[in-house]
């Protein structure tokens, strides 16, 4: 396969991207193509997409690399896609079903993903955890609102049985792969991650009765896909390749083989973990091992942050708010917990443009022809200079900042907390905007301690963080992780790239798989050699905190762990008073 590409497919938050790559993996080509999301104006709590239009920003994509790359579709002999973890439904033929609450549901129609963001589900995920189930034990204790489970039980309440009865239910990167192949084979990262699979036994039937779902036990499981165990590990090939409908669509061949998804943070892992890296400015001679990811904690850092630490035994297994062990995800006897932020390029986002400064901070940066994070910095360098301060950590020691505005997804799984500032001043300058974006990015970072911490805590030894996503990009950010967690951050070469180079190895392996029978050791060794051979070197941020702000951060973590059981005694009295 000298000659060959492989396409790796990213679907995030707010777009679709593509990326052409050969065999070591140089990017040939990429493209990214904007999709839409549907808010409610009265109900702050809905996200919504369609599959219609991921599916034609990917077919886009694809199109655009083959031209810019000038590589034939016979070239191409793999793919694979990674995707947010959103809940598509379709009807039993693949087309779209309406998931928008009014007397549209369950109807045909393109509105038809709940992104992960969408928060409609909490009565659902209440009841779920008031069960007591197994399913429970893997996902930290409590599951989250987010997942598909309790989406699905959003929409059995509210949705005719007539037309519940007739939906299929997909993790997105599962109904990418359908999409692909015309086969409904799901992939064992996304219901074992998103479904309430148990790893080793697979669906509960006593447990999806309880919660009022039963018909999904009753059609063997054909809505969601995964009768008798049928999952596929990583870039397993999915059926015959892609079909008819589907090459002729992306311009690619039939039966070019299509690898089993992943979640969109598994596929940052994948393009990350097994990276040599720089350090004090020699790359390392040792190539890294399949045993060496295990100190390895990935974090793909874009609109939210998940954090992903793989183990050869089931370590944390009761660690509160930390999904997972999950068995099996990318490798074979494997197990892999997941930590996540909700919001954080997010909440960056709207911390700046929430603040009455932004106007003025877009029209400097403007006339200075700089990004707008990179001005900010540079006021912040000249604060610091004008205050004779240390760091900008001594500039904003007195305000501390809570972040969980949408919620908290790891390490406390509350969707209840919410964010706080104390010691705000009347401030509402543009040095204020300055400051308050650094104090946005130490609470980010505060809080990946605050998962770490919880991974360590509970028999994980994770001695690096290997960022991925557009955070990763933002160098100051970088050195106040490595500065307040302690530990160095890595990376990776173009690690914006990252997701889609997990998603192209997964293509890769699949074309290598293709009409084998590996054994679980062969495709582990397979897999991990592909990652290897395809991931390109990093580099690495050391701790470089002075001892005072070290001192300073160290303060800092204590008070933004107080201010955890603060608001929770506070949320606890005020629910007594209202009684």
Request: glycine residues 8%.
């Amino acid at each position: 396969m000298s000659d060959s590409y492989f396409i790796g497919v990213d679907v995030g938050t707010g777009s679709a991207r593509a990326g052409l790559v050969k065999r070591d993996g140089t990017f040939v080509a990429s493209h990214t193509v904007e999709t839409k999301t549907f808010r409610d104006p009265n109900d702050h709590r809905i996200f919504e997409q369609s599959t219609t239009n991921i599916w034609d920003a990917i077919s886009t994509a694809i199109r655009t690399c083959l031209k810019e790359g000038k590589v034939a579709p016979e070239a191409v002999k793999g793919l694979s896609f990674d995707a947010t973890c959103s809940l598509a439904v379709t009807d039993a033929n693949g087309e779209p079903v309406t998931v928008t609450k009014s007397d549209q549901l369950g109807q045909p129609g393109d509105r038809n993903v709940i992104l992960w963001a969408d928060h409609r589900a909490e009565a659902e995920a209440d009841l779920i955890n008031s069960t007591g189930s197994k399913v429970l034990d893997y996902v930290g204790g409590t599951m989250s609102l987010e997942m598909e489970m309790p989406k699905t039980l959003w929409l059995k309440r509210n949705m005719k049985p007539e037309l519940f009865s007739r939906c299929q239910f997909f993790d997105l990167p599962d109904f990418l792969t359908y999409r692909a192949t015309q086969d409904s084979t799901r992939s064992t990262c996304s219901v074992t991650c998103k479904y309430s699979f148990v790893p080793g036994e697979g669906w509960q039937p006593d447990f999806i009765r309880k919660i009022g779902v039963g018909e999904l036990v009753d059609n063997d499981y054909r809505q969601i896909g995964a009768k008798d165990r049928n999952v596929l590990t990583a870039g397993v090939p999915v059926g015959n390749g892609l079909s008819k409908k589907a090459a002729e669509e992306l311009g690619l061949r039939e039966g070019t083989a299509v690898g089993s998804s992943l979640i969109d943070a598994y596929a940052g892992w994948m393009g990350t973990v097994a990276a040599r890296y720089v350090e004090n400015g020699k790359l390392s001679d040792v190539i890294p091992t399949l045993d060496e990811s295990r100190h390895r904690l990935a974090a793909c850092a874009g609109t939210s942050t998940c954090h992903i630490v793989q183990s050869p035994e089931p370590r944390g297994v009761f660690v509160p708010g930390v999904w997972g062990p999950y068995k099996d995800v990318v490798f074979q006897g494997w197990w892999m917990n997941e930590g996540g932020q909700s919001s954080t390029g997010q909440l960056i986002d709207f911390m700046l443009t929430t603040h009455a400064a932004y106007p003025q901070l877009q029209e400097r940066a403007k006339e200075e022809g700089k990004n707008i994070h990179v001005l900010l910095q540079d006021i912040l360098d000249d604060l610091v200079k004008e205050h004779g301060a240390a760091s900008a950590t001594e500039l904003v020691k007195d305000v501390h900042f809570y972040p969980d505005l949408h919620g908290n997804r790891s390490p406390l799984a509350d969707p209840r907390m919410r964010g706080a500032i104390v010691g705000l001043t009347l401030d509402a300058g543009l040095h204020d905007l300055a400051r308050k974006y650094y104090l946005t990015m130490e609470a980010i970072a505060l809080q990946t301690r605050h998962i770490v911490d919880q991974m360590n805590e509970r028999g994980h030894t994770i001695s690096s963080i290997f960022m991925s996503g557009g955070q990763a990009k933002n160098r100051p950010m970088m050195q106040l992780f490595a500065n307040t967690c302690g530990v160095p951050v890595v990376l990776p070469k173009e690690s914006g790239n990252a997701v889609v180079l997990g998603a192209a190895m997964l293509g890769r392996f699949a074309a290598e798989a293709k009409g084998k029978a590996l054994s679980h050791e062969d495709q582990a060794r397979v897999l991990w050699d592909v990652m290897v051979e395809m991931t390109p070197q990093a580099t690495s941020i050391a701790p470089g905190a002075t001892p005072k702000e070290k001192k300073l951060l160290d303060a800092k973590y204590k008070i933004f762990r107080e201010q955890i059981e603060i608001q929770r005694r506070w949320r606890k009295e005020m629910a007594e008073a209202d009684e």
